[in-house]
C-alpha cells in the first residue's frame, strides 16, 4: 500500500491532458516536445494511448485534431467509452498551447520520480544481502537524478544572448576575485567566480597561513566569505585573524598563554574591529567533515567565495576510497561554482615525494590524489618555504615566502615572491616589509611606553568586558564571544 501511495504522488495527469490540448490546438507543439516525452512516461494509460495516436498521425503527414484523432480511436480506449467528450475535457486544463515545454518536463519529471521510488524499493530490499545489485541500482538513481535536474535546463542556446553575457562579463570586475598579493594577483589574474583554486603543500609552508591572511583580505574588501575548518577549530582561526590585526600579539604567545598586559589590550581592541570589520560576511563550520552538509551549507549561505580547509579530511557517503572520493568533490565542487558564481579555495596536503628531491619544489605530480585535482582545478597555487630546508642558506631567508603557480588555466605559470612572520600568521607581498614589520613589533616590545603611545595615538583601546553590548562573531551554528 505504502509504494503505491508514494507512486500516485508522482503524477502528472494535469500536465498530460494540457500537453494533449496544446498540440492538437497547434500541430507545431508537436515537433517542440517530441525529444521530451514518450508514450511510456504518461501515467493515465489512457493519455498515453491518445498520445501514442497522435504521433502516429503528425508522422503520417496527417493534420492532427479532434476528428481526425476520434477516427483512430475505440470507445474502448476510454474509461468513459466517450473518447471524444473525454478529449475535449483535456482542453479545462490547457492555459496556452506556447505552455507545451513546460507541460512535457512535468511529464518527464513525474515519470522519472516513478522510476526513482521503485529503485529505492530495490535498494532497501537489496541492502545487506546483494552489493552488486545495491551499487548498479545506485548507479542507475545517480543518473535519473542528473535527468531530472537537467530537463529544466535550458533546452534552447541562443547566441546573440550568449555574446551578450560574454562582453557583460567582460566588463563586469567582479568575476574576479583577487587574492590581495599584488605580485601574485598579477600573475595568475586572481580567483574567477565558477572556477576553483587549489592550494597545497607539505606541513610547515604556511598554507594555513596563507589562507587566514586571502579570508581577512577579502572580508576588508567585503566579500561573503564561507570557511569549512576540517582540521582546525573555527576558535583557532579567529585567534589567527586577531593576531594579524593586531599591533604586538605574538601567537607563540597566545598559544602558550603568556599574554602581557599590553597584549591584552590590544586584543580587546583588535576583537572590536574585526567585529565591526567582518560582520555577517564571515561564515565559519568547523563541525561534522561530511561533504553532504558541506553542499547544503554553501547553497543556504550564497558566498561569494568558499574555502574547503583541508579536502583529505572530508568524507563522502558510499565511498570509501579516497581517489575515487576525492574525484567526486572536485567534481561536486566544479558544479557548485558554476551553478552559484562562486569562487573555491580547495587546501589540499601534497605526498612526500617532493622532499626527495635536490630542490625539495613542489609540483603537481606531488599533489594526493591529483589526477582529479590537477584536473579540475583552473589555478593551483603550491606554498614553499625554502628557509625550512636551507635554513640561512636560503635565498630571501626566514621572511621569505614562495608561492609557486603550478598551474594557470589562462596564463603564465611561474615563482611568487612574498614574506611572511611566522610569529604573526602573517604573509606580506615581499619579504623585506615581512623583515621591516618584525622589527617595529620587537622595538614596540621592547619598549613600553612606545607602545603605549602608539596605543593611545591611534586607537582608543576598550574593553570588551566593560561594555554592556558584548562585541560576537558570528559563527556557522554558534555565536563566539571574543
Known amino acids: 500500500m505504502s509504494k503505491k501511495k508514494n507512486l500516485n504522488n508522482q503524477r502528472s495527469i494535469e500536465s498530460e491532458k494540457a500537453l ?21 512516461m504518461f501515467y493515465n494509460s489512457f493519455n498515453g494511448v491518445i498520445w501514442s495516436k497522435i504521433v502516429d498521425l503528425y508522422r503520417s503527414g496527417v493534420a492532427v485534431d479532434v476528428t481526425t484523432l476520434q477516427s483512430q480511436l475505440d470507445n474502448g480506449d476510454s474509461p468513459t467509452e466517450t473518447p471524444v467528450s473525454d478529449i475535449l475535457g483535456f482542453f479545462d486544463c490547457m492555459v496556452s498551447a ?8 512535468n511529464i518527464y519529471e513525474k515519470s522519472e520520480l516513478r522510476k526513482l521510488s521503485v529503485m529505492v524499493n530495490k535498494i532497501q530490499e537489496s541492502l545487506g544481502t546483494d552489493n552488486i545489485k545495491t551499487n548498479d541500482t545506485l548507479s542507475k538513481i545517480h543518473s535519473s537524478i542528473g535527468d531530472i535536474l537537467s530537463i529544466h535546463g535550458d533546452t534552447k542556446f541562443n547566441l546573440d544572448n550568449t ?9 563586469n570586475s567582479d568575476n574576479t576575485i583577487k587574492f590581495g598579493f599584488n605580485s601574485l594577483d598579477n600573475m595568475v589574474g586572481g580567483m574567477r567566480r565558477g572556477e576553483i583554486t587549489v592550494v597545497a603543500g607539505r606541513p610547515g609552508h604556511f598554507k594555513s597561513t596563507m589562507i587566514v591572511n586571502i579570508v581577512n583580505s577579502l572580508l576588508k574588501r567585503k566579500y561573503k566569505v564561507l570557511v569549512i575548518n576540517r582540521e582546525m577549530r573555527n576558535s583557532s582561526v579567529i585567534q589567527k585573524l586577531m593576531v594579524i590585526e593586531s599591533v604586538q600579539v605574538s601567537y607563540s604567545r597566545v598559544i602558550t598563554g603568556e599574554l602581557t598586559k599590553n597584549d591584552k589590550l590590544d586584543l580587546d581592541v583588535t576583537a572590536d574591529e574585526l567585529s565591526s570589520t567582518y560582520g555577517e560576511n564571515l561564515q565559519m563550520k568547523d563541525v561534522g567533515n561530511d561533504f553532504e552538509s558541506t553542499v547544503k ?18 568524507t563522502l557517503r558510499h565511498i570509501d576510497d579516497p581517489r575515487l572520493r576525492t574525484d567526486a568533490i572536485m567534481k561536486e565542487y566544479k558544479s557548485i ?10 587546501v589540499s596536503q601534497l605526498n612526500r615525494k617532493c622532499e626527495e628531491r635536490p630542490n625539495k619544489r613542489p609540483i603537481p605530480s606531488d599533489l594526493r590524489e591529483s589526477g582529479s585535482i590537477e584536473q579540475d582545478a583552473e589555478t593551483i597555487l603550491f606554498m614553499f618555504y625554502e628557509y625550512r630546508y636551507s635554513g640561512s642558506g636560503s635565498k630571501n ?7 609557486i603557480v603550478g598551474k594557470n588555466r589562462y596564463g603564465k605559470t611561474g615563482t611568487v615572491e612574498l614574506g611572511v612572520l611566522g610569529d604573526k600568521c ?16 620587537q622595538e614596540l616590545s621592547n619598549d613600553e611606553s612606545k607602545f603605549q ?29 571574543v
Not at 555574446?163 to 566588463?171: E, F, L, P, V
Not at 551549507?297 to 572530508?314: F, H, N, T, W
Open 98 to 105: 506556447s505552455n507545451s515545454i513546460q507541460y512535457a518536463k
Open 297 to 314: 551549507l554553501i547553497r543556504q549561505v550564497k558566498p561569494d567565495v568558499v574555502i574547503d580547509d583541508y579536502i583529505g579530511l572530508a
Open 20 to 40: 494533449i490540448a496544446s498540440v492538437l490546438t497547434d500541430n507545431a507543439q508537436i515537433e517542440r516536445v517530441l525529444p521530451i516525452v514518450k508514450k511510456d
Open 453 to 481: 603611545k602608539n596605543k593611545n595615538n591611534n586607537r582608543k583601546p576598550k574593553s570588551l568586558l566593560q561594555n554592556s553590548k558584548q562585541q560576537t562573531i558570528q559563527i556557522w551554528g554558534w555565536v563566539a564571544s
Open 337 to 346: 561554482c558554476k551553478s552559484n558564481n562562486i569562487c573555491a579555495i580547495v
Open 163 to 171: 555574446i551578450k553575457d560574454a562582453i557583460s562579463d567582460m566588463n
Open 426 to 441: 602573517k604573509v606580506y607581498d615581499h619579504h623585506s616589509i615581512a623583515l621591516a614589520d618584525n622589527y617595529e613589533i
Open 397 to 403: 631567508g626566514e621572511f621569505g615566502l614562495d608561492v
